[in-house]
């Protein structure tokens, strides 16, 4: 079992830097590949990027790719999403998962925090 908790989430204006956290608890964290996903209302969940068990292996969503950083910090339990150059459509709920595989599928991921709310303003 594996509880996830995000933050960091907030209002800045365009182009500007958030950093989200994920901190997790249980004793099998380091065991899970890691994904943050967002969706917004009305839409389904959509992938923005994943990370292994390890932290050796990343994985972006397209539109992110070279904005955003994922990394992981097993001995503190925590995920992170460093989200830089943020735009407008960036605006929504991120949550973040623990599952098997540092996949796209949000059906592979067992366990979801409650989400962090991004608003980026023009």
């Not at 997790?24 to 994943?50: C, H, L, N």
């Not at 050796?56 to 539109?63: R, V």
Request: glycine share 12%.
């Amino acid at each position: 079992q594996v509880q996830l908790v995000e933050s960091g989430g907030g209002l800045v204006q365009a182009g500007g830097s958030l950093r989200l956290s994920c901190a997790a608890s249980g004793p099998t964290f380091r065991s899970y590949a890691m994904g943050w996903f967002r969706q917004a209302p009305g839409k389904e969940r959509e992938f923005v990027a994943a990370i292994s068990w390890g932290g050796g292996s990343t994985y972006y969503e397209f539109s992110v790719k070279g904005r955003f950083t994922i990394s992981r910090d097993n001995a503190k339990n925590a995920v992170y999403l460093q989200m830089n150059n943020l735009k407008p459509e960036d605006t929504t709920v991120y949550y973040c998962a623990a599952g098997p595989h540092p996949v796209r599928d949000s059906h592979d991921y067992h366990y979801w925090g409650q989400g962090t709310q991004v608003t980026v303003s023009p």
